[in-house]
C-alpha cells in the first residue's frame, strides 16, 4: 500500500472493543472432526478513532495492554516500509486500521490493495461458495432421507444465488461406521451436484477424516462429478499427497487438492511449490489479512492457486471479497450466511455464484455506534 496517502499528523486517539452476536441462516450440524457447530455466532469488533474518525474491524487477540501501548501512536508508526501493517499490529488491529485508512480515503479497501489492473470503481465481482452442507442428516437412518435433507439445504443456496457448494463428508470418520458414513458421503456428493447442475463446482472437505485409501475410494465413485477440489482428505503428507497426486494423474481425474486451515504443516507451502498441493487454505483471520497479501504473491508467483479460509467468522467472510484483487489466482469467496446484529452487510449480494463487493468506503459494513457503544458498556473495554 502506497504510504504517501498517511499524513504524519493522524495519531491513534482511542480504542474500544465489544462483541457482536448473531445467528446463522441455518443451523450447521458436526463435521469429519466436531460436533454440533450450531446456529449462534459473534463477533469480536474494535472501533478505533484516529485524528477524530473511526473505523471498525474484527479484532483479534487484542488485549488492554496492547491498546494502551497503541493509542498516542501515529498512524504511520503501525506501518512497515513497505505499506504492510506490521506483525504486532496485524491480527489485534488491522482489520479497523485498514477501515479506517478506507473510509478516510473514501474508497474501498480493495482499491487500496489491488495489484490487478482492473479499473478503479468498476464493479468487483468474485467467485463464491456456500459452505453451509454439514453434516446434518445424522439423526436420519435412512440413506435417501439424508441425501433429500442435503439436497433442500442446496437448493435453499441455490435459491440465495449460489451455483458452487463445498459439502462436508468423512461421516465414517467419527459419527457413523466407516463403510456406511463412507457410503453415505459419496450419496450425498452425488445429490448436492443434482442441485448444482453441470455448471457448479462441487468442493468436499473431510476435516482429516479419511485416508489415503477412503479419499481415492471416495473420489473413484464421483468421478462423474464437477468436482473441483478434495479439502483436508487427510492431515498433510507429503508422501500420502505424493501418492493421491499420482493416482489422480493415472485416472486422469482433474480434483485439485487443497488444505492449509487449522493446525497445518509449517511444510504445505514448500509441499505445495513442489507441485504436491495446489490450493492453499491459510484463515482470512488468523493469521490474517496481511499474512495473506504476503503469502498470495508467493504462490501467485509458484503459480499456485489461494482460497484464503472462512467459516463462523461474519467480518472476515467480507475481508475475502476485498483481498481478492491482491491476489491473481484467488478462487472463491467462502461464504458462510450469518447475520450480525449491529454490523449491517446488506451492500454485498451473492448472485449466479458471484459475490458482489460493494463500491463502499473501507470494508463496504456499517455498523450500529449506540449499539456498539452499549456493548462496550456493558461486556467490553475502552483505551
Given at each position: 500500500m502506497n504510504l504517501s496517502i498517511i499524513q504524519p499528523e493522524?495519531?491513534?486517539?482511542?480504542?474500544?472493543?465489544?462483541?457482536?452476536?448473531?445467528?446463522?441462516?441455518?443451523?450447521?450440524?458436526?463435521?469429519?472432526?466436531?460436533?454440533?457447530?450450531?446456529?449462534?455466532c459473534s463477533v469480536r469488533i474494535a472501533r478505533m478513532t484516529i485524528d477524530g474518525q473511526v473505523g471498525f474491524g474484527h479484532s483479534g487477540a487484542l488485549t488492554e495492554e496492547l491498546a494502551e501501548a497503541v493509542v498516542g501512536k501515529s498512524?504511520?508508526?503501525l506501518f512497515d516500509e513497505n505499506g504492510r501493517v506490521l506483525e504486532p499490529?496485524?491480527?489485534?488491529?488491522?482489520?479497523?486500521?485498514?477501515?479506517?485508512?478506507?473510509?478516510r480515503q473514501n474508497t474501498p479497501v480493495y482499491e487500496l490493495v489491488s495489484t490487478s489492473s482492473r479499473v478503479p470503481g468498476s464493479p468487483l465481482v468474485v467467485p463464491c461458495y456456500d459452505t453451509s452442507l454439514y453434516f446434518d442428516d445424522l439423526h436420519l437412518q435412512d440413506e435417501q432421507d439424508a441425501v433429500a435433507l442435503l439436497k433442500e439445504e442446496a437448493q435453499q443456496g441455490f435459491d440465495k444465488g449460489h451455483r458452487n457448494f463445498k459439502i462436508k463428508v468423512g461421516r465414517g470418520g467419527r459419527h457413523m461406521p466407516i463403510a456406511e458414513g463412507t457410503k453415505r458421503d459419496i450419496a450425498i456428493i452425488h445429490g448436492v451436484a443434482e442441485v448444482a447442475g453441470p455448471e457448479g463446482r462441487i468442493m468436499i472437505d473431510a476435516n482429516n477424516a479419511y485416508n489415503l485409501n477412503l479419499t481415492k475410494e471416495v473420489l473413484a465413485a464421483v468421478s462423474d462429478v464437477n468436482l473441483y477440489w478434495i479439502e483436508e482428505a487427510f492431515h498433510e503428507d507429503d508422501a500420502l499427497y505424493a501418492d493421491l497426486k499420482a493416482w489422480l494423474r493415472e485416472r486422469g481425474q482433474?480434483?485439485?487438492?487443497?488444505?492449509?486451515?487449522?493446525?497445518?504443516?509449517?511444510?504445505?507451502?514448500?509441499?505445495?511449490?513442489?507441485?504436491?498441493?495446489?490450493?492453499?487454505?491459510?484463515?482470512?483471520?488468523?493469521?490474517?489479512?496481511?499474512?495473506?497479501l504476503e503469502l498470495g504473491a508467493q504462490l501467485d508467483q509458484a503459480g499456485?492457486?489461494?482460497?484464503?479460509?472462512?467459516?463462523?467468522?461474519?467480518?472476515?467472510?467480507?475481508?475475502?471479497?476485498?483481498?481478492?484483487?491482491?491476489?491473481?489466482?484467488?478462487?472463491?469467496?467462502?461464504?458462510?450466511?450469518?447475520?450480525?446484529?449491529?454490523m449491517d452487510a446488506s451492500a454485498y449480494q451473492v448472485e449466479n455464484g458471484l459475490f458482489h463487493v460493494p463500491n463502499k468506503a473501507g470494508f463496504g459494513l456499517?455498523?450500529?455506534?449506540?449499539?456498539?457503544?452499549?456493548?462496550?458498556?456493558?461486556?467490553g473495554w475502552s483505551r
Amino acid at each position: 500500500m502506497n504510504l504517501s496517502i498517511i499524513q504524519p499528523e493522524w495519531k491513534v486517539e482511542k480504542i474500544e472493543v465489544a462483541t457482536l452476536t448473531g445467528e446463522r441462516a441455518r443451523s450447521a450440524g458436526s463435521n469429519g472432526r466436531l460436533g454440533d457447530h450450531g446456529k449462534s455466532c459473534s463477533v469480536r469488533i474494535a472501533r478505533m478513532t484516529i485524528d477524530g474518525q473511526v473505523g471498525f474491524g474484527h479484532s483479534g487477540a487484542l488485549t488492554e495492554e496492547l491498546a494502551e501501548a497503541v493509542v498516542g501512536k501515529s498512524l504511520l508508526e503501525l506501518f512497515d516500509e513497505n505499506g504492510r501493517v506490521l506483525e504486532p499490529y496485524r491480527i489485534p488491529l488491522e482489520y479497523p486500521i485498514l477501515d479506517w485508512l478506507g473510509r478516510r480515503q473514501n474508497t474501498p479497501v480493495y482499491e487500496l490493495v489491488s495489484t490487478s489492473s482492473r479499473v478503479p470503481g468498476s464493479p468487483l465481482v468474485v467467485p463464491c461458495y456456500d459452505t453451509s452442507l454439514y453434516f446434518d442428516d445424522l439423526h436420519l437412518q435412512d440413506e435417501q432421507d439424508a441425501v433429500a435433507l442435503l439436497k433442500e439445504e442446496a437448493q435453499q443456496g441455490f435459491d440465495k444465488g449460489h451455483r458452487n457448494f463445498k459439502i462436508k463428508v468423512g461421516r465414517g470418520g467419527r459419527h457413523m461406521p466407516i463403510a456406511e458414513g463412507t457410503k453415505r458421503d459419496i450419496a450425498i456428493i452425488h445429490g448436492v451436484a443434482e442441485v448444482a447442475g453441470p455448471e457448479g463446482r462441487i468442493m468436499i472437505d473431510a476435516n482429516n477424516a479419511y485416508n489415503l485409501n477412503l479419499t481415492k475410494e471416495v473420489l473413484a465413485a464421483v468421478s462423474d462429478v464437477n468436482l473441483y477440489w478434495i479439502e483436508e482428505a487427510f492431515h498433510e503428507d507429503d508422501a500420502l499427497y505424493a501418492d493421491l497426486k499420482a493416482w489422480l494423474r493415472e485416472r486422469g481425474q482433474n480434483v485439485l487438492i487443497a488444505d492449509g486451515e487449522g493446525l497445518a504443516s509449517p511444510h504445505l507451502v514448500n509441499w505445495a511449490k513442489k507441485g504436491l498441493v495446489d490450493v492453499l487454505q491459510y484463515d482470512i483471520i488468523y493469521p490474517g489479512f496481511t499474512h495473506w497479501l504476503e503469502l498470495g504473491a508467493q504462490l501467485d508467483q509458484a503459480g499456485l492457486r489461494s482460497a484464503p479460509h472462512c467459516y463462523g467468522n461474519a467480518y472476515g467472510i467480507y475481508a475475502l471479497g476485498h483481498i481478492a484483487t491482491a491476489i491473481k489466482n484467488f478462487e472463491f469467496v467462502e461464504y458462510d450466511d450469518i447475520a450480525i446484529e449491529g454490523m449491517d452487510a446488506s451492500a454485498y449480494q451473492v448472485e449466479n455464484g458471484l459475490f458482489h463487493v460493494p463500491n463502499k468506503a473501507g470494508f463496504g459494513l456499517d455498523f450500529d455506534e449506540e449499539l456498539f457503544a452499549r456493548r462496550v458498556l456493558a461486556s467490553g473495554w475502552s483505551r
